[in-house]
């Protein structure tokens, strides 16, 4: 097995409303959670070593981990908040701004 340690986020992407207003959609994220997810998706044996919340974000990875088939035995689990990553753009380049 592939073991993956490091962040599972939470990655807040830009998008505009119908109305034409800004917002965000709430997209799964961090180093270690894709990784072990795209090599659970071609078929190796991959967990995941990281922290998540309980919170909505929390099971949206979970289910994420789940339907990719990743080993999640060593995830801790905690009632604290998900880490939120806000992503900008300008002209094509990204930053981010964290709430952790």
């Known amino acids: 097995m592939t ?3 490091g ?3 939470i990655d807040m992407i ?4 119908v109305n034409g ?3 965000f959609t709430p997209c799964n994220g961090g180093a270690a959670l894709n990784t072990a997810i795209t090599l659970a998706r071609m078929g190796a044996s991959a967990g995941l070593l990281a922290g998540l919340s309980r919170d909505p974000f929390g099971r949206q990875i ?6 990719a088939g990743v080993d999640r035995t060593r995830v801790v689990t905690t009632g604290r908040p998900i880490t ?3 992503v900008h753009l300008d002209g094509g380049e ?3 701004t964290f709430y952790d």
């Open 62 to 67: 979970v289910a994420a981990l789940d339907a």
């Open 14 to 17: 830009p998008v505009s409303a």
């Open 7 to 9: 962040e599972a986020l």
């Open 84 to 86: 939120l990553a806000f």
């Open 3 to 5: 073991l993956c340690c």
């Open 94 to 96: 990204a930053s981010y």
């Open 21 to 23: 207003t800004q917002g």
